[in-house]
């Protein structure tokens, strides 16, 4: 299976700032997906990460707030912009494979202050 | 919407067998079964999947009943590492994966 490295594992940032998380694997991926997670909450799909076009936002999720790149197969960036205390919460990059599980990055805790 | 229903949560006795349900009522043909499992502080990690047939592999088995509306992942021995949040989770032709709110196992030494 895949490796996932994500970056930076944790953060503490100002309100009205922005951060920029770094998905990157060890390996060509064709699906790559952002996740968030709220305190004591389950998983939530922002995003699938597309190469070489806009990503794909749920419901909820726009590219203003979350906008994401693709540039190669191995990587991906997740941006948080203009965060508020809300925006708060563990960030992960997961990929796929057809026919295999699919992998999560360990994840990104955000801490706005 | 998850469209997958587990228990809120299970406890076991480690060395012993759990055996975690799920409902799918609405599955469609071509929708697989993925599990997951969360450890604290961690992302979550691949269990198992299938779509018909049951699976077994080195962490678990998975067994999907013949109308494919439930499913049970079988962990056969319990160790205290089992710990954590467990997802059932309908993997559809897009590729998405939806998480519900999942069972929290909880083994006893």
């Known amino acids: 299976s895949a490796v996932i490295s994500q970056k930076p594992s944790r953060d503490i940032c100002q309100r009205g700032t922005s951060l920029t998380i770094q998905c990157q694997v060890d390996s060509q991926v064709t699906m790559m997906f952002w996740y968030r997670q709220q305190p004591g909450q389950s998983l939530t799909l922002i995003a699938t990460?597309?190469?070489?076009?806009?990503?794909?936002?749920e419901s909820g999720f726009v590219i203003d707030k979350f906008p994401i790149s693709r540039p190669n197969l191995t990587f991906s960036t997740l941006t948080v912009s203009n965060m508020s205390p809300e925006d708060s919460s563990i960030y992960l990059c997961?990929?796929?494979?057809?026919?295999?599980?699919?992998?999560f990055g360990s994840g990104t805790r955000l801490t706005v202050v | 919407d998850a469209k997958t229903t587990q228990p809120n949560s299970m406890e076991s006795n480690e060395e012993e067998p759990v055996h975690l349900p799920c409902n799918h009522s609405t599955i469609s043909g071509t929708d697989y079964i993925h599990w997951y499992r969360q450890l604290p502080s961690q992302g979550p990690e691949y269990v198992i999947h299938g779509l018909t047939s049951n699976v077994n592999n080195r962490m678990a088995s998975l067994a999907i009943a013949e109308d494919r509306k439930s499913s049970t992942l079988i962990l056969h021995r319990a160790t205290l590492r089992d710990a954590a949040v467990y997802y059932c989770?309908?993997?559809?032709?897009?590729?998405?994966?939806?998480f519900g709110a999942g069972t929290t196992v909880t083994v006893r030494a």
């Open positions: 989770i309908r993997r559809s032709n897009d590729y998405k994966l939806s």
């Open positions: 997961s990929v796929g494979d057809v026919g295999y599980g699919y992998t």
């Open positions: 990460a597309n190469q070489g076009s806009e990503a794909t936002y």
